[in-house]
């Protein structure tokens, strides 16, 4: 599968590029090797040699796999996208960007092992790990570089250049990926030493010249394509100026374009349309440029752009990476087709790398047998790029009937019964301002005062507590018939009750159940919403070694009977103190979800967001006074371009607020955001109308306390005092510090103390330490403050 071999607008004369590929493929294992083998390592329970061996013998069933699905074994339509953890950290290593705490685990020869590259991630003792972010607009995390004046650059790991010639070895000519030299310095934070102001930017000149020794060891070891993302490209939400960023991509692919040895470029940018970005990369003496047009539009025949693109290959992004529908086959072979207007060089893709999507549909065997011909997983897609990318080069006429079948199945899917329900239709349809709003802030803190009596700086958790073996082996127990229904239930208020009682004991003053029932905080919602189903393999990469089961919203949205109350209920009978019922948020169940593209996305979570206040309401008649509707993924969400910015702000903040403005003033409504960057939505935040917003914070050190104090915030805050991400358990001292600097900036009866995120993750020895210190560093801030607080 190639293409004409384009003519090199720089030094270099390519080899053609693939007629399909991808732009890389999940990395964990069909049945999650990798997290299971990272995680022992991290355990002791198996050694570094070990973990490599796991590592190569993933990417060799994957090559093998992507070979059998279509993808040539030795024209670079294989990307080589493995990672251990995550690609932006191997790509700091690889550069040598390695954070001054963490310098003394450099190597003589300026190399990180395993367990130094991990500590980077998860922190060591008193060192803070890389902070961590959204990807885009995706649901996958990436760490974030630390760049100064001091971070030396250099070639300090070849990974790259050996897995290549691993596969080489093996019979095959793979494509390296890379996290490209503009995406990375973008991404990046300013270090701790560095001076203010200062932007990782004005670091490109010292960071090119590594990439080109890096294009240089992979050309001599016989690359002929290397893939360098440069997905910020496409975004509008990042802090520089538009014109620092476009003139730092023409510097950087006129200084790699023009090196007189390396492999064939091709630059790809998903995620969204390239816009302006595209005549510089047009310009720029590079063979081939990959579009989304899946997220992003087509190029225009702009004057002076057709000349500028004829002699680079377009990869045409028409499959969607980042959602698991069959979706038209024809249209996109359409698109790709129109491209040749521009050259006669067009290549099939997929629009995104496919880690956002699980790796095969023929791994589930529950799924209705309508639905399953609906969907396309990792490995579906790969085959449907080999079907467009046949029918690119030898016409339509050559895949006739693999296009039939994917109209069929599309016309199937509008048509089946649940897709459309005239009930939920209607009630969104009657819907009006009213219900969209509560009454005035004041007014409620004065009522949920009278109503919790809460101490100054009241202490909670976000929601879940440690999830151990014994609650998973009961929940597959469950499933396998082997546990009683009434059995399991008894379990899991026997664990409840054991939460409850921790809470107690350590003193927090709003209490939770800890979720011991919940599988995962979308899907426990899923499995109890018509319109939804799930699936038993249909893992996903979120971050590390953390892997989710999207749930697929397939048809319109109702609660058929109560879902969470009778747990709050039951803990709440355990205790005098107030109890948190707990639910999952409209924005956050549909990006957590893979969500119908049928119709749009603010219609969808309206539907969510009513059979949410269904719930709401039970939960408050019962007796439950304060709930909290989780969003962590409200920023997530936000669209890259700014055009399309407003209109998602206004209906993301609209169903959270349909779900929680149907209850009284004294009932307290609590929601919960974690890691991202937060300012740029802080506005969104505020109109949320929460009663109590709960925050990361930790391991950004209280940054977005700066955001609050700048931009105003008069509602409840809580912004996380402890990195549930991180193994490490943070100390008394860093504790009262953090509270310490959030008082500064944010007034004193507007705080909450509380973690960063839920604690489900984490082991119950470092949970209980941490808080305590929690609860301890809060009661001396409040000693310092003078306040009375209450046994």
Not at 60 to 76: P, Q
Not at 299 to 324: C, E, Q, R, S, Y
Not at 497 to 502: E, G, I, K, S
Request: charged residues 20%; contains cysteine.
């Amino acid at each position: 599968m190639t293409t004409s071999a384009p003519v090199s607008s720089g030094t270099v004369v390519p080899a053609v590029f693939p007629s399909g590929t991808i732009l890389g493929y999940p990395r964990i294992g069909r049945r999650r090797e990798l997290k299971k083998a990272v995680e022992a390592f991290w355990a002791g329970t198996i050694s570094a040699d070990e973990l490599e061996a796991t590592g190569a013998e993933l990417r060799a069933t994957t090559r093998e796999r992507l070979a059998g699905l279509g993808l040539g074994r030795t024209d670079s339509a294989i990307p080589e996208s493995f990672s251990f953890y995550d690609q932006v950290l191997d790509t700091a290593v690889t550069v040598g960007a390695v954070p001054t705490r963490f310098a003394h685990l450099v190597q003589a020869d300026g190399t990180l092992d395993l367990a130094g590259y991990f500590t980077l991630a998860r922190g060591e003792g008193s060192s803070l790990p890389l902070e961590m972010t959204k990807w885009f607009d995706s649901n996958y995390h990436y760490l974030v570089p630390e760049i100064g004046p001091e971070t030396v650059f250099s070639l300090a790991s070849d990974r790259i250049v050996r897995t290549f010639e691993e596969a080489k070895t093996a019979g095959f000519l793979t494509r390296p990926v890379i996290v490209g030299p503009v995406t990375f310095l973008l991404l990046s934070k300013a270090s701790d030493d560095a001076p203010a102001g200062f932007s990782p930017l004005s670091r490109l000149d010292d960071l090119l010249p590594v990439y080109a020794t890096l294009l240089e060891r992979l050309a001599a070891a016989g690359a002929e394509w290397i893939q360098i993302d440069e997905p910020a490209l496409v975004s509008e939400s990042i802090d520089t100026p538009r014109t620092e960023t476009l003139g730092a991509t023409r510097w950087t692919y006129e200084t790699l374009g023009r090196l007189s040895r390396r492999p064939a470029i091709f630059v790809a940018a998903p995620y969204g349309s390239l816009d302006d970005a595209l005549p510089v990369l047009a310009a720029a003496p590079i063979e081939a440029v990959g579009l989304d047009l899946v997220r992003g539009t087509a190029p225009d025949d702009a004057p002076g752009l057709v000349a500028d693109l004829a002699d680079k290959t377009l990869v045409a992004g028409v499959i969607d990476g980042h959602n698991i529908w069959r979706g038209d086959l024809a249209a996109a072979v359409g698109r790709a087709e129109n491209l040749r207007a521009l050259t006669p060089n067009v290549t099939i893709s997929t629009s995104t790398s496919l880690l956002h999507v699980p790796h095969s549909v023929a791994d589930e065997s529950k799924l209705g047998g309508d639905l399953k011909s609906w969907l396309a997983f990792a490995d579906e897609k790969v085959a449907q790029v080999a079907v467009l990318a046949r029918g690119l080069q030898e016409g339509r006429d050559a895949v006739a009937d693999e296009l039939a079948a994917a109209s069929v199945a599309l016309a199937s899917r509008a048509e089946a019964p649940g897709v459309r329900n005239s009930a939920v239709r209607a009630r969104t349809e009657a819907l009006t301002a009213a219900d969209f709003s509560r009454g005035p802030y004041d007014v409620r803190l004065a009522a949920q005062q009278a109503a919790l009596d809460l101490p100054l700086l009241p202490t909670t958790t976000i929601g879940s507590f440690p999830q151990t073996g014994e609650i998973r082996r009961a929940r597959a127990q469950t499933l396998r018939g082997t546990l009683l229904p009434d059995e399991y239930r008894q379990l899991m208020r026997a664990e409840i009750a054991r939460v409850v009682a921790l809470q107690e004991e350590i003193g927090l003053d709003v209490l939770v159940h800890g979720e011991p029932e919940r599988n995962d905080m979308v899907q426990y919602f899923a499995e109890n919403l018509d319109g939804f189903a799930v699936t038993e393999n249909g893992w996903v990469q979120s971050y590390g070694s953390r892997c989710t089961r999207p749930s697929i919203l397939w048809g319109d949205v109702s609660r058929p009977a109560p879902i969470t109350v009778d747990w709050s209920t039951y803990t709440q009978s355990l205790t005098a103190k107030p109890v948190k019922g707990m639910l999952t948020g409209p924005v956050t169940i549909l990006a957590w979800s893979f969500v119908r593209d049928d119709q749009p996305l603010g219609d969808t979570a309206r539907q969510v967001a009513l059979a949410l206040r269904d719930e709401i309401g039970d939960l408050e008649a019962a007796g439950i006074g304060i709930v909290q509707v989780d969003e962590p993924a409200l920023r997530e969400l936000l669209p890259l371009k700014r055009a399309q910015q407003a209109d998602y702000l206004d209906w993301s903040v609209g169903s959270f607020r349909l779900a929680t403005a149907g209850v009284t003033d004294a009932t307290q409504i609590h929601t919960h955001l974690c890691y991202s960057e937060f300012g740029v939505v802080l506005d969104a935040i505020r109109n949320l109308d929460a009663d109590v917003t709960s925050i990361e914070a930790a391991r950004s050190r209280m940054d977005v306390v700066h955001d609050i104090q700048s931009q105003g915030f008069d509602h409840g805050i809580g912004p996380g005092v402890y990195d549930i991400h991180s193994p490490r358990v943070p100390s008394v001292d860093e504790l009262v510090g953090l509270l310490e600097t959030a008082l500064e900036s944010v007034p004193t009866r507007q705080v909450w103390v509380n973690p960063d995120c839920g604690l489900k993750t984490r082991g119950y020895a470092e949970t209980v330490e941490s808080l305590t210190n929690m609860q301890e560093a809060t009661r001396i801030v409040r000693a310092r403050l003078g306040a009375s607080v209450s046994a």
